[in-house]
């Protein structure tokens, strides 16, 4: 297995990670205030729905989640994404990045959603090729890390387009 080879696509996913959850995490609150939304609503409704995640009670409740509150919620997953990445590097003997990749700039919420939607298209391609290169070096933890943080990024995508058509109406 050429172990360099899997720590450097581990590292240019973390990397990316990194990129988003700042990038969501700026549309989160950049949104929230365009949107007129006061902080402290914006913050709670934000923790409300995370909370809710698991139990799916309070989400059937508020009904399809405000592109405000799920850009905070999504953000956490890509904390943790980052964070399983940093840990495969680590076993595989490496240092894991802390340099974000390149993110985007938006100046309305639907040109944030837009650039959203493009960010987690662009992981599903970049992470299914990542996979291919874990399988070719053998690494199967790896593959199966890739496969798992795939589902995610897909139901990412999933979420982005459906607010964005919400937004476009
Ligand atoms: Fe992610
Ligand atoms: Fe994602």
Same mark, same amino acid.
């Given at each position: 297995?050429d172990?360099? =080879?899997?720590?450097?696509?581990?590292n240019s996913? =973390? &990397? @990316?990670e $990194? &990129?988003?959850? +700042?990038?969501?995490?700026?549309h989160?609150?950049? %949104?929230?205030g $365009?949107e007129g939304?006061?902080?402290?609503t @914006?913050?709670g409704?934000g923790d409300?729905w995370? /909370? #809710? @995640?698991? &139990?799916?009670?309070?989400s @059937?409740?508020?009904?399809p989640p405000?592109? +405000?509150?799920?850009?905070? #919620?999504?953000a956490?997953v890509?904390?943790?994404? &980052?964070? /399983?990445f940093?840990?495969?590097?680590?076993?595989?003997? %490496?240092?894991?990045?802390?340099?974000?990749g390149d /993110?985007?700039?938006?100046?309305?919420?639907?040109?944030?959603?837009?650039?959203? $939607?493009?960010?987690?298209?662009?992981?599903?391609?970049?992470?299914t090729?990542?996979?291919?290169v874990c399988?070719?070096? %053998?690494?199967? !933890?790896?593959?199966?890390?890739?496969?798992?943080?795939?589902?995610? !990024? =897909?139901s990412? #995508?999933?979420t982005?387009r #459906? $607010?964005?058509?919400g937004? =476009?109406?």
């Amino acid at each position: 297995m050429d172990t360099r =080879r899997v720590v450097e696509v581990l590292n240019s996913a =973390r &990397a @990316r990670e $990194l &990129a988003v959850i +700042i990038q969501y995490m700026e549309h989160h609150y950049v %949104g929230g205030g $365009l949107e007129g939304l006061p902080s402290l609503t @914006r913050q709670g409704l934000g923790d409300m729905w995370v /909370r #809710s @995640r698991g &139990a799916g009670l309070t989400s @059937r409740i508020m009904g399809p989640p405000d592109p +405000i509150v799920a850009l905070k #919620s999504i953000a956490k997953v890509e904390m943790v994404h &980052a964070e /399983r990445f940093a840990n495969r590097v680590t076993a595989l003997g %490496g240092v894991p990045t802390v340099r974000p990749g390149d /993110r985007c700039k938006a100046s309305s919420v639907i040109e944030m959603l837009e650039l959203d $939607l493009a960010a987690e298209e662009e992981a599903v391609a970049l992470y299914t090729e990542y996979l291919e290169v874990c399988r070719h070096e %053998g690494d199967e !933890e790896s593959q199966t890390l890739f496969e798992q943080v795939l589902q995610d !990024e =897909r139901s990412h #995508s999933e979420t982005f387009r #459906s $607010l964005l058509e919400g937004r =476009r109406g």
